[in-house]
T-cell receptor, first 112, second 113 residues
Framework: RKEVEQDPGPFNVPEGATVAFNCTYS??????FFWYRQDCRKEPKLLMS???SGNEDGRFTAQLNRASQYISLLIRDSKLSDSATYLC?????????????FGKGTKLSVKP | EAGVAQSPRYKIIEKRQSVAFWCNPI?????LYWYQQILGQGPKLLIQ????????DSQLPKDRFSAERLKGVDSTLKIQPAKLEDSAVYLC???????????FGPGTRLLVL
Protein backbone atom coordinates (compact mmCIF):
# COMPACT_ATOMS: atom_id res chain seq x y z
CA ARG A 1 0.00 0.00 0.00
CA LYS A 2 1.36 3.42 -0.95
CA GLU A 3 2.02 5.82 1.92
CA VAL A 4 -0.31 8.51 0.55
CA GLU A 5 -2.96 7.67 -2.03
CA GLN A 6 -5.19 10.09 -3.88
CA ASP A 7 -8.02 9.98 -6.39
CA PRO A 8 -6.37 9.46 -9.77
CA GLY A 9 -8.29 12.22 -11.56
CA PRO A 10 -8.29 14.19 -13.73
CA PHE A 11 -11.37 16.08 -12.61
CA ASN A 12 -12.97 18.20 -15.33
CA VAL A 13 -15.66 20.47 -13.90
CA PRO A 14 -17.56 23.58 -15.02
CA GLU A 15 -17.09 26.93 -13.34
CA GLY A 16 -19.19 27.17 -10.19
CA ALA A 17 -19.14 23.46 -9.49
CA THR A 18 -18.26 21.90 -6.16
CA VAL A 19 -15.48 19.33 -6.29
CA ALA A 20 -14.09 17.03 -3.61
CA PHE A 21 -10.71 15.34 -3.44
CA ASN A 22 -10.00 12.37 -1.22
CA CYS A 23 -6.77 11.03 0.18
CA THR A 24 -5.79 8.15 2.44
CA TYR A 25 -2.53 7.60 4.30
CA SER A 26 -1.02 4.38 5.59
CA UNK A 27 0.96 5.41 8.67
CA UNK A 28 -1.25 5.91 11.70
CA UNK A 29 1.61 7.71 13.48
CA UNK A 30 1.54 10.59 11.00
CA UNK A 31 1.39 13.92 12.76
CA UNK A 32 0.50 16.68 10.32
CA PHE A 33 -1.49 16.94 7.14
CA PHE A 34 -1.59 19.44 4.29
CA TRP A 35 -2.92 20.18 0.87
CA TYR A 36 -0.46 21.70 -1.59
CA ARG A 37 -1.32 23.16 -4.96
CA GLN A 38 0.94 22.81 -7.98
CA ASP A 39 0.31 24.74 -11.18
CA CYS A 40 1.55 23.31 -14.47
CA ARG A 41 5.36 23.46 -14.62
CA LYS A 42 5.52 25.35 -11.33
CA GLU A 43 6.60 24.47 -7.82
CA PRO A 44 4.21 23.16 -5.14
CA LYS A 45 2.77 25.78 -2.81
CA LEU A 46 1.03 25.23 0.51
CA LEU A 47 -2.72 25.63 0.11
CA MET A 48 -3.77 24.82 3.65
CA SER A 49 -3.03 22.69 6.66
CA UNK A 50 -5.61 20.13 7.73
CA UNK A 51 -6.77 19.92 11.34
CA UNK A 52 -8.75 17.24 13.12
CA SER A 53 -11.62 19.63 13.75
CA GLY A 54 -11.81 20.52 10.07
CA ASN A 55 -10.90 23.94 8.75
CA GLU A 56 -12.10 26.34 6.13
CA ASP A 57 -10.38 29.03 4.09
CA GLY A 58 -12.82 30.85 1.87
CA ARG A 59 -14.12 28.40 -0.72
CA PHE A 60 -11.82 25.63 0.51
CA THR A 61 -12.67 23.20 3.29
CA ALA A 62 -10.33 20.49 4.56
CA GLN A 63 -11.29 17.56 6.75
CA LEU A 64 -9.26 14.93 8.58
CA ASN A 65 -10.48 11.60 9.93
CA ARG A 66 -7.66 10.06 11.94
CA ALA A 67 -9.58 6.86 12.68
CA SER A 68 -10.05 6.18 8.97
CA GLN A 69 -6.71 7.76 8.01
CA TYR A 70 -8.58 9.86 5.48
CA ILE A 71 -8.17 13.47 4.35
CA SER A 72 -10.43 15.48 2.09
CA LEU A 73 -10.49 18.83 0.31
CA LEU A 74 -13.70 20.46 -0.85
CA ILE A 75 -13.68 23.35 -3.28
CA ARG A 76 -16.93 25.27 -3.64
CA ASP A 77 -17.87 27.60 -6.50
CA SER A 78 -14.90 26.53 -8.64
CA LYS A 79 -13.03 29.24 -10.55
CA LEU A 80 -10.97 28.91 -13.70
CA SER A 81 -7.96 29.86 -11.58
CA ASP A 82 -8.47 26.76 -9.41
CA SER A 83 -7.18 24.62 -12.30
CA ALA A 84 -4.07 22.91 -10.93
CA THR A 85 -2.84 19.67 -9.41
CA TYR A 86 -3.72 19.20 -5.75
CA LEU A 87 -1.23 17.25 -3.69
CA CYS A 88 -2.15 15.51 -0.45
CA UNK A 89 0.79 15.67 1.95
CA UNK A 90 1.47 13.91 5.22
CA UNK A 91 4.23 14.60 7.73
CA UNK A 92 5.78 12.34 10.28
CA UNK A 93 5.48 8.80 11.48
CA UNK A 94 8.56 7.63 9.66
CA UNK A 95 12.23 7.64 10.53
CA UNK A 96 12.49 11.39 10.22
CA UNK A 97 9.58 13.17 11.88
CA UNK A 98 9.86 16.29 9.77
CA UNK A 99 9.64 14.62 6.38
CA UNK A 100 6.79 15.42 4.03
CA UNK A 101 5.34 12.54 2.04
CA PHE A 102 3.46 13.59 -1.06
CA GLY A 103 0.70 11.83 -2.91
CA LYS A 104 0.77 11.69 -6.71
CA GLY A 105 -1.67 14.55 -6.94
CA THR A 106 -5.07 14.99 -8.51
CA LYS A 107 -5.40 17.23 -11.51
CA LEU A 108 -8.32 19.64 -11.61
CA SER A 109 -9.42 21.40 -14.76
CA VAL A 110 -12.17 24.02 -14.41
CA LYS A 111 -13.85 24.86 -17.70
CA PRO A 112 -15.87 27.99 -18.61
CA GLU B 1 11.30 38.72 0.60
CA ALA B 2 13.20 36.71 -2.01
CA GLY B 3 12.13 33.11 -2.45
CA VAL B 4 14.18 29.97 -2.95
CA ALA B 5 16.48 30.37 -5.94
CA GLN B 6 17.59 27.49 -8.15
CA SER B 7 19.79 27.19 -11.20
CA PRO B 8 19.87 26.16 -13.91
CA ARG B 9 16.18 26.04 -14.73
CA TYR B 10 16.65 23.48 -17.50
CA LYS B 11 19.38 21.00 -18.33
CA ILE B 12 19.71 18.42 -21.06
CA ILE B 13 22.54 15.88 -20.85
CA GLU B 14 23.38 12.48 -22.21
CA LYS B 15 23.38 9.39 -20.02
CA ARG B 16 26.62 8.78 -18.13
CA GLN B 17 27.36 12.52 -18.03
CA SER B 18 27.55 14.51 -14.81
CA VAL B 19 25.31 17.39 -13.76
CA ALA B 20 25.08 19.74 -10.80
CA PHE B 21 22.22 21.83 -9.49
CA TRP B 22 22.44 24.82 -7.18
CA CYS B 23 20.01 26.11 -4.58
CA ASN B 24 19.95 29.24 -2.45
CA PRO B 25 17.32 29.05 0.29
CA ILE B 26 15.30 31.85 1.82
CA UNK B 27 17.51 33.95 4.07
CA UNK B 28 17.54 32.65 7.63
CA UNK B 29 16.11 29.25 6.80
CA UNK B 30 18.13 26.60 8.60
CA UNK B 31 16.56 23.58 6.91
CA LEU B 32 17.06 22.78 3.25
CA TYR B 33 15.58 19.92 1.25
CA TRP B 34 16.16 18.42 -2.17
CA TYR B 35 13.25 16.61 -3.81
CA GLN B 36 12.94 14.66 -7.04
CA GLN B 37 9.63 14.91 -8.91
CA ILE B 38 9.16 12.48 -11.77
CA LEU B 39 6.42 13.31 -14.28
CA GLY B 40 3.02 12.29 -12.93
CA GLN B 41 4.31 11.76 -9.38
CA GLY B 42 4.49 13.83 -6.24
CA PRO B 43 7.85 15.14 -5.02
CA LYS B 44 10.04 12.59 -3.25
CA LEU B 45 12.55 13.70 -0.63
CA LEU B 46 16.16 12.97 -1.52
CA ILE B 47 18.01 14.70 1.31
CA GLN B 48 17.37 17.07 4.21
CA UNK B 49 19.97 19.40 5.74
CA UNK B 50 19.79 21.20 9.06
CA UNK B 51 22.34 24.02 8.72
CA UNK B 52 25.34 22.19 7.22
CA UNK B 53 24.53 18.76 8.62
CA UNK B 54 22.57 15.95 6.95
CA UNK B 55 19.37 15.02 8.79
CA UNK B 56 18.04 12.41 6.39
CA ASP B 57 19.52 11.01 3.19
CA SER B 58 17.87 7.61 3.35
CA GLN B 59 16.29 7.98 -0.10
CA LEU B 60 19.34 9.43 -1.85
CA PRO B 61 20.88 6.96 -4.36
CA LYS B 62 24.34 7.43 -2.97
CA ASP B 63 26.09 5.49 -5.70
CA ARG B 64 25.40 8.35 -8.11
CA PHE B 65 23.88 11.26 -6.18
CA SER B 66 25.68 13.55 -3.76
CA ALA B 67 24.74 16.79 -2.06
CA GLU B 68 26.46 19.30 0.16
CA ARG B 69 25.70 22.45 2.09
CA LEU B 70 29.15 23.35 3.28
CA LYS B 71 28.51 26.77 4.83
CA GLY B 72 24.95 26.06 5.91
CA VAL B 73 23.45 28.38 3.31
CA ASP B 74 23.37 27.38 -0.36
CA SER B 75 23.55 23.81 -1.53
CA THR B 76 24.51 21.76 -4.56
CA LEU B 77 23.12 18.43 -5.73
CA LYS B 78 25.20 16.37 -8.13
CA ILE B 79 24.45 13.33 -10.26
CA GLN B 80 27.37 11.33 -11.60
CA PRO B 81 26.85 9.41 -13.83
CA ALA B 82 23.31 10.22 -14.91
CA LYS B 83 20.85 7.56 -16.03
CA LEU B 84 17.77 7.90 -18.21
CA GLU B 85 15.52 7.39 -15.18
CA ASP B 86 17.01 10.50 -13.53
CA SER B 87 14.95 12.66 -15.90
CA ALA B 88 12.79 14.66 -13.51
CA VAL B 89 12.33 18.04 -11.89
CA TYR B 90 14.68 18.61 -8.96
CA LEU B 91 13.07 20.86 -6.40
CA CYS B 92 14.83 22.62 -3.57
CA UNK B 93 12.83 23.74 -0.55
CA UNK B 94 13.69 25.52 2.66
CA UNK B 95 12.08 26.14 6.03
CA UNK B 96 12.92 27.94 9.25
CA UNK B 97 13.09 24.62 11.05
CA UNK B 98 12.33 20.96 10.41
CA UNK B 99 8.66 21.25 11.34
CA UNK B 100 7.96 24.63 9.75
CA UNK B 101 6.30 25.36 6.40
CA UNK B 102 8.47 24.41 3.44
CA UNK B 103 8.83 26.87 0.58
CA PHE B 104 9.82 25.47 -2.79
CA GLY B 105 12.03 26.91 -5.48
CA PRO B 106 11.05 26.82 -9.17
CA GLY B 107 12.97 23.60 -9.77
CA THR B 108 15.51 22.40 -12.30
CA ARG B 109 14.04 20.36 -15.12
CA LEU B 110 16.54 17.64 -16.13
CA LEU B 111 16.30 15.57 -19.28
CA VAL B 112 18.73 12.69 -19.70
CA LEU B 113 19.02 11.40 -23.28
Amino acid sequence: RKEVEQDPGPFNVPEGATVAFNCTYSNSASQSFFWYRQDCRKEPKLLMSVYSSGNEDGRFTAQLNRASQYISLLIRDSKLSDSATYLCVVRGGGGSQGNLIFGKGTKLSVKP
Amino acid sequence: EAGVAQSPRYKIIEKRQSVAFWCNPISGHATLYWYQQILGQGPKLLIQFQNNGVVDDSQLPKDRFSAERLKGVDSTLKIQPAKLEDSAVYLCASSLGGLETQYFGPGTRLLVL
